[in-house]
Nanobody, 113 residues
Framework: VQLVESGGGLVQPGGSLRLSCAAS????????MSWYRQAPGKERERVAY????????NYADSVKGRFTISRDNAKNTVYLQMNSLKVEDTAVYYC???????WGQGTQVTVSS
């Protein structure tokens, strides 16, 4: 199982970013996927989850209404669209495949003016 994140970077407060996670080594369309994040000095927290065909999603309260998780099973990719970013969204964001307890390497998101 391999998960490779991309799309992180530096953005001003109120800005947007879209993260991508390309998955390989398993039948992607059969399993739910998650995004987590970890800020300096804090525990890793789940940001969003999506079921295998994308019919159901759930979000941490801190990102509801601002972040959207989606997936393209034809491309074996899960996305995290992040809008109205806040300084407190600064963290390393990780893609996670719960069925395989497998993590990506993470991508840094920094929200700063």
């Amino acid at each position: 199982v391999q998960l490779v994140e991309s799309g992180g970077g530096l953005v001003q407060p109120g800005g947007s970013l879209r993260l991508s996670c390309a998955a390989s080594g398993f039948t992607f369309s059969n399993f739910g996927m998650s995004w987590y994040r970890q800020a300096p000095g804090k525990e890793r927290e789940r940001v969003a989850y999506i079921t295998n065909v994308g019919g159901n999603t759930n979000y941490a309260d801190s990102v509801k209404g601002r972040f959207t998780i989606s997936r393209d099973n034809a491309k074996n990719t899960v996305y995290l669209q992040m809008n109205s970013l806040k300084v407190e969204d600064t963290a390393v964001y990780y893609c996670y495949a719960p069925r395989y307890n497998s993590w990506g390497q993470g991508t840094q998101v920094t929200v700063s003016s």
